[in-house]
């Protein structure tokens, strides 16, 4: 058991650039979460998945975001043209059932 | 919808000092309750959680917290703080549900003092 592991931890992107995260859950974890945390905020729920199903997405997931998780293993987070708005931690936690959730570190996202 | 409060944006405590973070929830059935605890650029470790049964729940690193109905309260405490204990602190709620979402309160940062 590894943990979930997130890459990169970090990216600085230009506004209007496209950016992807990765997700790898751990293995036997068949819930996937994506959540968002800007400075001085708790988390805020973004989607669920449960195997590669996308079960759930937040009003706060914009046309601009689309997550994946094809064959029900790692998942992706793509959000297409940067805002400075989408500056922020993006977590990704994993669960076997209900709330046992594992975080990863996260990716810290910086558009300038 | 369910929220949680967490009053104390910052707390400072002297190192051996005990300690209360407060979290104050609104939800409108039996709550499933957690704290997380963060260090600075990592992700969230979960500390307790307080599903039913007994309102004194024991999490790990040496906290506890206690559920109050009465109040929607479940503070964290600790009886002596290490200074490896400062960090941000997250109160969370679950939202019942196929998802098993969290919603969770703005963070209470703890600053201790040698």
């Known amino acids: 058991d590894t943990g979930v592991s997130q890459d990169p931890r970090h990216k600085i992107t230009k506004r209007g650039q496209n950016v992807t995260f990765r997700c790898d859950p751990i293995?036997?974890?068949?819930?996937l979460y994506w959540y968002r945390q800007t400075l001085g905020q708790g988390p805020e729920f973004l989607t669920y998945?449960?195997?590669?199903?996308?079960?759930?997405k937040s009003r706060l997931l914009s046309d601009r975001f689309s997550a994946e998780r094809p064959k029900g293993s790692f998942s992706t987070l793509e959000i297409q043209r940067t805002e400075q708005g989408d500056s922020a931690m993006y977590l990704c936690?994993?669960?076997?059932?209900?709330?046992?959730?594992?975080f990863g570190s996260g990716t810290r996202l910086t558009v300038v | 919808a369910q929220s949680v409060t967490q009053p104390d944006i910052h707390i400072t405590v002297s190192e051996g000092a005990s300690l209360e973070l407060r979290c104050n929830y609104s939800?409108?059935?039996?709550?499933?309750l957690f704290w997380y605890v963060q260090s600075p650029g990592q992700g969230l470790q979960l500390l307790l959680k307080?599903?039913?049964?007994?309102?004194l729940v024991q999490g790990i690193k040496g906290f506890e917290a206690e559920f109050k109905r009465s109040q929607s309260s479940f503070n964290l405490r600790k009886p002596s703080v290490h200074w490896s204990d400062a960090a941000e602190y997250f109160c969370?709620?679950?939202?019942?549900?196929?998802?098993?979402?969290?919603?969770f309160g703005t963070g209470t940062r703890l600053q201790v003092t040698l």
């Open positions: 939800y409108g059935a039996t709550p499933y």
């Open positions: 998945f449960q195997n590669e199903a996308q079960l759930e």
């Open positions: 293995s036997e974890h068949n819930r």
């Open positions: 969370a709620v679950g939202v019942t549900g196929t998802a098993s979402k969290l919603t």
């Open positions: 307080y599903f039913s049964g007994d309102t």
């Open positions: 936690a994993s669960s076997l059932a209900g709330y046992g959730y594992t």
